[in-house]
């Protein structure tokens, strides 16, 4: 019974995290005004399905304001191509309330859409720099590096105070005796000391599948690092970027040169690359199951001219994953984080016209 029921949570963590990926709820609300008619002043069906077209749109622009700057931006680029078949992004629409004002000629609806968020990102794809190049036969190389780690070993230190003493004397001295004040001031000051922190960092393979999907469905011509190492000239080395990130949360400078090199050397002018931090598991309140989370960090640079330059920078992008053991919910969690990292640096690119 228990295998059974392991198995249900499973199903239903699998095809429900898909189901929820794909869609998305938001609200909108749009106003129309109208003219009177023969008959006086009446909301027409063209007037209707003006307000609702105008208020999916709305509700579009806010799911895109909540995602973020970046794909608020993104959003720009396929405006026209959603008024032109909104039935193509939309999937339901629920009208939650008219109200028709003929005394001011117009009529306000507020409605809920179900959006259909993988047509959304494949026209935001479409619409981008690099996917147009590629169209025509053009496919800018890219590669990633992103390492999954866990702290190892965290060491606080004590808060160092520091007292300063200051004696001053004063005086004056007579033939009868002398006369003699003495002031004290104190002072100080109070040192503190950042936690340092270590990362055991852990196999994760197949995270490359995920970022493969995101960044090659792109048009990118995603190139595996492992493979670039020996056209680098001995430069671009994973196993470099890994120690880096087993003690801090950026690659020291001398990495990141002979990153770009690297990369210049091989000829692959972009290199994504970050880290995702993996946190102790909880059990889920409202499933039992466990939990985990995981903070994702990632830049992008561009090594095309002689000196390289950070394009996108992200994080850290907070996600989670359930699972019946912690293996499984570390897994989930990590897949989600890798997704959203992916595409939230994609959006950057796109509107910077990275192609």
Do not use: C, H, W
Request: proline share 3%; hydrophobic share 40%; charged share 25%.
């Amino acid at each position: 019974m228990q295998m059974i029921r392991s198995f249900l949570i499973a199903f239903m963590m699998l095809f429900g995290a898909q189901a929820l990926a794909a869609t998305a709820t938001a609200k909108g609300q749009a106003t129309v005004k109208y003219e009177s008619s023969l008959f006086g002043k009446k909301v027409t069906p063209e007037v209707r399905a003006q307000a609702v077209l105008q208020a999916q749109l709305k509700a579009i622009d806010k799911y895109y304001a909540e995602a973020g700057d970046a794909q608020s931006q993104n959003l720009d680029a396929i405006r026209e191509k959603v008024k032109a078949d909104p039935d193509r992004y939309i999937l339901e629409t629920a009208i939650l309330n008219e109200e028709d004002r003929p005394d001011m000629g117009q009529y306000t609806v507020t409605l809920r859409a179900t959006l259909n968020v993988s047509q959304l990102n494949n026209a935001v794809k479409a619409s981008s720099a690099v996917a147009q190049a590629a169209n025509g036969g053009q496919k800018s190389k890219l590669t990633f590096i992103f390492v999954s780690r866990q702290t190892d070993s965290s060491q606080r230190f004590d808060d160092r105070e520091y007292q300063a003493v200051e004696v001053k004397a004063q005086g004056k001295a007579s033939r009868s005796g002398g006369q003699y004040r003495e002031s004290v001031e104190t002072g100080g000051s109070t040192t503190r000391k950042a936690t340092k922190k270590t990362y055991a960092i852990f196999p994760s393979n197949y995270l490359k599948s995920v970022f493969n999907g995101v960044f090659a469905g792109a048009g990118f011509k995603v190139v595996d690092a492992a493979y670039l190492e020996p056209y680098s000239k001995g430069l671009l080395k994973i196993k470099s970027v890994e120690t880096d990130f087993k003690s801090g949360n950026d690659l020291q400078p001398q990495t990141e040169r002979n990153v770009a090199a690297g990369l210049q050397n091989a000829k692959v002018p972009y290199i994504a690359y970050g880290t995702l931090d993996v946190r102790l598991a909880d059990t889920d309140p409202a499933t039992g199951l466990f939990r985990v989370s995981v903070a994702a960090t990632g830049k992008l640079l561009d090594a095309s001219d002689a000196i390289p330059e950070t394009k996108a920078e992200v994080g850290p992008i907070q996600a989670a994953g359930l699972g019946p053991t912690e293996e499984e919910a570390q897994v989930n969690a990590l897949k989600k984080a890798a997704e959203d990292v992916a595409r939230e640096l994609l959006s950057q690119m796109t509107n910077a016209g990275i192609k």
